[in-house]
């Protein structure tokens, strides 16, 4: 039973524009949603978190949107940089225990 | 140490041996969580440990896989009679257990069955 669902394997953006990573959950109790990224050989690092209570944060070059009716929440880089390249795992939190969806490898063109 | 570190970060082992995995959390962080990846796959969560209890233990894949901590700090992570299909990175998390801030990662152990 995946709860937290990244259905994009993979996605290419041109340098200088939007990348817009989505994510779906199926837990309406989940507390908070999270964003990590992460580069090969390296553990994920922490991008950035929203409450449940909230639609929309923002952080520098990243925002995260929920939408609760739909489940559903995005992650929106912008511009892209070439050191974005990586996996971008999405993530939700209940009872501090944190489910993650299986990743997105978002790939910055030239 | 100022992140998270994991030992070994490599380990190549025979079928049917026992493996120990170690992690060494963020000092005072009291969340500790262990994930696995597999090769294609995403995190799939293990274990989690408030302080030295275990809540959440839901993850562990079958009862050959065993963890411990000990005095808020180090956990190690015990997978018995080793089966290829352990073969993944093992990564464990640090966190003060406010999860808003995120958990902090080491860089995994990569452990191959052979």
Known sequence: DQQVKQNSPSLSVQEGRISILNCDYTNSMFDYFLWYKKYPAEGPTFLISISSIKDKNEDGRFTVFLNKSAKHLSLHIVPSQPGDSAVYFCAANRDDKIIFGKGTRLHILP | ?114
């Open chain 2, 1 to 114: 140490g100022a992140g998270v570190s994991q030992s070994p970060s490599n380990k190549v082992t025979e079928k049917g041996k026992d493996v120990e995995l170690r992690c060494d959390p963020i000092s005072g962080h009291t969340a500790l969580y262990w994930y696995r990846q597999r090769l294609g796959q995403g995190l799939e969560f293990l274990i989690y440990f408030q302080g030295n209890s275990a809540p959440d233990k839901s993850g562990l894949p079958s009862d050959r896989f065993s963890a411990e901590r000990t005095g808020e700090s180090v956990s190690t992570l015990t997978i018995q009679r080793t089966q290829q299909e352990d073969s993944a990175v093992y990564l464990c998390a640090s966190s003060l257990g406010v999860v808003v801030s995120g958990a902090f990662f080491g860089q995994g152990t990569r452990l191959t069955v052979v």
